[in-house]
Each structure stands twice: as C-alpha cells, then as structure tokens.
C-alpha cells in the first residue's frame, strides 16, 4: 500500500480515537455520495469492462512479491540495532506484514500497527518501546523516501508539477538534518529525538531507507501498470502526482482499507491531468483491488497459520 500513512491512533485518548473513526466514515460517506451523484456510471462500467486485465494481473503479482518483500527489509533494516531474544528473520517479518496489513483492512483504526509489535515482542522479545520508536522512524522513512521519488520524477523532461518539485525539496532537507542530527538534544524535543535515534545505531536508517526507495519505486511501478491496464496514457510525473495525492489523502482520517479516501486522492490527481472522472475512478477501483485482495487473503492465511 501506498507509502505514507499517520501514526497509529492508539497512543489517542479513547473519545478522540472515536471521533477520528466518525470522521473516517464520515469523510468516505460524503466521497461516495459525491460520486455518486457526479459519476455516469455506464463509462465507469465501460471502462472497467475495456481493462486489460493482464497488465492488472502482473501489478498483483508484483505487489505480492516487490513491494511486500522491500517493506519487510525496510523494517528488518531498522530493528537490526534493537535488543531482542531471538533475531526476526526476513520471513518473518513478511508474514507479520502481511497478518498487519489485514487486520488494518478489516478492522478500525489501524489495529494493524499494533499486530508488528504485540508479534515481535511475544515471538522474537523485542522491547515493546524500541518497536513502537521504529515504527516512528518507519514513517519519516516512508515519507522521505516518497518525497525523494517525486523529486526525482519532477526532474524528467517534459515534467511540471511544482508540488513534485516540492516533496523533493523537502524531502532531500529531511536527509540532511538526518545526517546531522545530533545523538542527544535536550528537553522534550530530545526525549523524541532519542527514541528515535535508538534505531539508527550504525546508520540503520540509510539502508532502511534504500529499502523504501525500492517499495516507492516499485509502488509507482503499480501505478504505471494499472493505469497501462486501463488504456491512460499520461506522462511519468503524473503516476507520481498519483503516488503522492493518495498518501496525502491518507493522512485524513481512513476508514477500514482506506475505503474512499484513497480513491479520492486518486481520482483528484487524475482529473488535474486532464484524464475523465469514470476512468480515473476505475484506475483508483483497480489499483485499490491490486493492493488490497491479494494482501488480506495473505494476512488471513497467516494469521491462521501457527507460529514459529
């Protein structure tokens, strides 16, 4: 799934943890009655009807294979440095991933950022408070290595998207203050940065971030080839416009599997690009699918499956 996403709700009081879930709904509902009353649903139809399901059918497969496989390195890169009773192996880390990701698709609230470390700590004996700082690293990663990719996509010819320009420029500051970010600061700001911090012994963070660079790439890969499936010829800027409005969009306040909201954003960067609102609402339903099918039924079956 796309690479930016809020930290988890659990650290919220419980009423504001209820309010955020409303809101999800609530934000999903007003998309979906939008649509509903804008979209002709005969060119959806046609559309999703005209799709090459073949290219839809590799996009899943790469999803299963790349993207999964990246962001179990990217978390193994930052749990390296991090006590633990018996070392995560990289499969491990893959099924935990995927039993996550379902739980978060089928549950509120993002129940799934809570499975890695309830796992890890039962299974491996990794301390409760070094995972939850990871996971927190995790997300600057995420969101840098985005930033870094639509930097990079603003640079080919023919490219002009200032908001691409933007992320880039962003997130190329991030990785200096990074790199020189002191190993302690005081006062409260310090506490943050020290949790932090305890994850980029030996400069962890770089390679985690490698890792992301690669999920990125291959997520915008995905992109390209659900919009190829649907016959959306556009320039190479624009898949990623595409990238970075869906995870802007996940920002808000998401129902169960981002129902809604991630078509939004889709949708939004789409129809800025000139592409009609049918077809860009049946590459979001698409490229929704090709993350979300095959990832819940993984996460199922490893739930179900004992662990070693």
């Known amino acids: ?82 006590p633990h009773r018996q070392r995560a192996t990289f499969l491990d880390l ?26 890890l700590k039962r299974r491996r004996g990794y301390p409760a408070g070094a995972l939850i700082a990871a996971q927190l690293a995790e997300k600057g990663i995420q969101a840098i290595s985005l930033g870094l990719l639509c930097g990079l996509a603003a640079l080919l010819p023919g490219a002009s998207w200032p908001p691409l320009a933007a992320a880039g420029a962003a997130a190329a500051a991030a990785v200096v203050v990074l790199a020189v970010l002191p190993r302690r600061a005081p006062g409260a700001a310090g506490r943050f940065l020290q949790a932090l911090r305890a994850v980029h012994a030996e400069r962890s963070w770089i390679r985690s971030l490698l890792w992301s660079l690669l999920s990125d790439g291959i997520d915008l890969l995905l992109v390209g080839l659900c919009l190829r499936a649907l016959g959306i010829e556009v320039h190479p800027a624009v898949w990623a416009m595409v990238l970075l409005s869906i995870n802007l969009a996940l920002l808000l306040p998401t129902p169960p599997a981002n129902l809604g909201i991630l078509e939004a954003g889709a949708v939004v960067a789409l129809t800025a690009a000139g592409v009609a609102p049918e077809t860009a609402l049946a590459f979001a339903l698409v490229y929704h699918a090709v993350h979300l099918i095959p990832s819940t039924a993984l996460g199922v079956v490893s739930i179900s499956l004992p662990f070693r």
């Open 1 to 82: 799934m796309p690479a930016v996403s809020r930290v988890s709700e659990a650290a919220l009081p419980a009423r504001k943890r209820w309010l955020l879930r409303v809101a999800a709904w609530v934000i999903a509902g007003a998309v979906v009655i939008v649509a509903a009353r804008r979209m002709d649903f005969a060119a959806l139809a046609s559309a999703l009807r005209g799709a090459a399901w073949g290219w839809v059918v590799l996009a899943a497969a790469v999803t299963v294979v790349g993207t999964t496989g990246a962001n179990a390195r990217r978390w193994q890169a930052l749990l390296e440095p991090i």
């Open 94 to 119: 893959v099924r935990v991933s995927y039993a996550s990701g379902a739980v978060s698709n089928l549950l509120p609230g993002r129940a799934g950022e809570a499975v890695r470390v309830v796992e």
